[in-house]
């Protein structure tokens, strides 16, 4: 269903000029995304519900494919100058959405709804830099961890510059956001799935490890890393850097502990 829109203070497109300052905060119950991958992946996941499309004029007919599997959704196009004054920058992807949020999943809720047997979980201890969340999503995603938790100081995952990082996991991959970290690893302690926190250095080298069949890999910020509390009651793992470098990038510590995993997994 396309609408044409002309100008930029259309009240039919308001909820998409919060772009000039933040996107939607949780409390909102809605969420924007932006890019091509990010709305193929959220119609294709079917998970949360979408209340409106907002195109620049040219992309309309490469995504009316896409558009096809959406035919009550409203969608609105419109000249890339109108897009671009709505959210004060330009928007060259000229691809956003507008979608619902999903009740919150509590940790132990989440926890719950997994299989039994072997499973890899990515725990987010205090991360507050969207692109590192959307990075660790898509890490995640790629080297098949089923779920991934935040605690309450880490940032929105469907922040819409995390889902564009994540190159849309963020909104495949189910998550639960809330909580300290040491609730979280309490709550992983009781359903039995081991955890191996990544430190910098004083820990054992991953390499050397074999993963148990549950097992939940923890991170923390750059900078301050994992309270020395949580690594206490967990196994603290480092990974072997050479040179004058003593950390790495979160997202990149990430990928290679999940990395590490997925591979000795699967020999």
């Known amino acids: 269903m396309l609408i044409p829109i002309s100008t930029a203070d259309d009240l039919r497109i308001a909820p998409y000029r919060v772009l000039k300052d933040r996107d939607l905060d ?6 924007i995304i932006e890019g ?138 189910p998550f639960a956001h809330g909580g300290d970290g040491a609730s979280l690893l309490a709550a992983l302690a009781d359903a039995e799935i081991e955890t191996w926190s990544l430190s910098p250095s004083g820990g054992e080298n991953l390499t050397t490890l074999a993963p148990p069949p549950r097992l939940a890999l923890v991170l923390g910020a750059e900078g301050p890393g994992l309270p020395a509390d949580l690594m206490a009651r967990s196994r603290r793992v480092s990974i072997a850097m050479a040179g004058a470098m003593d950390s790495l990038n979160v997202a990149t510590a990430g990928a290679i502990a999940l990395a590490h995993v997925f591979t000795r997994r699967d020999v």
């Open 36 to 173: 091509v991958i990010a709305l193929e992946q959220l119609i294709r996941a079917g998970r949360f519900a979408i209340d409106s499309v907002f195109l620049s004029e040219k992309r309309v007919e490469a995504l009316a494919p896409l558009l096809a599997q959406l035919p009550h959704t409203p969608v609105y196009t419109a000249p890339q100058p109108v897009m671009d004054g709505l959210a004060g920058y330009h928007l060259h992807r000229g691809v956003l959405a507008l979608a619902r949020r999903n009740d919150d999943l509590t940790t132990q809720q989440l926890l719950a709804s997994l299989p039994a047997g072997p499973l890899t979980l990515l725990v987010l201890v205090g991360l507050s830099n969207h692109d590192n969340v959307g990075g660790c999503f898509r890490n995640a995603a790629a080297f098949g961890a089923s779920a991934v938790l935040l605690d309450e100081t880490s940032c929105d995952p469907l922040y819409r510059k995390s889902i564009r990082v994540s190159s849309g996991a963020a909104l495949t991959l």
């Open 26 to 31: 949780r409390g909102a119950g809605r969420f």
